[in-house]
């Protein structure tokens, strides 16, 4: 089992920057791929960016070239580095296996993105 928490919202004005994190715990964290997932409001959660074990990258065509993805196995910490945001980035954003382990689904954290 894998437990996940998810820091470093908060509210931000187009163009501007964030950096998610998920912490990591439990079962070896560094064997699964790992990816950030955001849902907003009305939308079904979808799959923004994974990152596997080896370190290859994939990125959602809408985030691709404003939002990088990253890992610290040693930390067990999964990164998602935003920027350029958009009004249409605004959802809560969580972190999981890819493909996701439906118990180890965590709060989120909001990121709001407005003037």
Do not use: H
């Given at each position: 089992?894998?437990?996940?928490?998810?820091?470093?919202?908060?509210?931000?004005?187009?163009?501007?920057?964030?950096?998610?994190?998920?912490?990591?715990?439990g079962?070896?964290?560094?064997?699964?791929?790992m990816?950030?997932?955001?849902?907003?409001?009305?939308?079904?959660?979808?799959?923004?960016?994974?990152?596997?074990?080896?370190?290859?990258?994939?990125?959602?065509?809408?985030v691709?070239g404003?939002?990088?993805?990253?890992?610290?196995?040693?930390?067990?910490?999964?990164?998602?580095?935003?920027?350029?945001?958009?009004?249409?980035?605004?959802?809560?954003?969580?972190?999981?296996?890819v493909?996701?382990?439906?118990d180890?689904w965590?709060?989120?954290?909001?990121?709001?993105?407005?003037?």
């Amino acid at each position: 089992q894998v437990q996940l928490v998810e820091s470093g919202g908060g509210l931000v004005q187009p163009g501007g920057s964030l950096r998610l994190s998920c912490a990591g715990s439990g079962s070896i964290f560094s064997i699964y791929a790992m990816g950030w997932y955001r849902q907003a409001p009305g939308r079904q959660r979808e799959l923004v960016a994974n990152i596997l074990s080896g370190g290859n990258t994939y990125y959602r065509d809408f985030v691709k070239g404003r939002f990088t993805i990253s890992r610290d196995n040693a930390k067990n910490t999964v990164y998602l580095q935003m920027n350029s945001l958009k009004p249409e980035d605004t959802a809560v954003y969580y972190c999981n296996t890819v493909p996701p382990k439906p118990d180890s689904w965590g709060q989120g954290t909001q990121v709001t993105v407005s003037s």
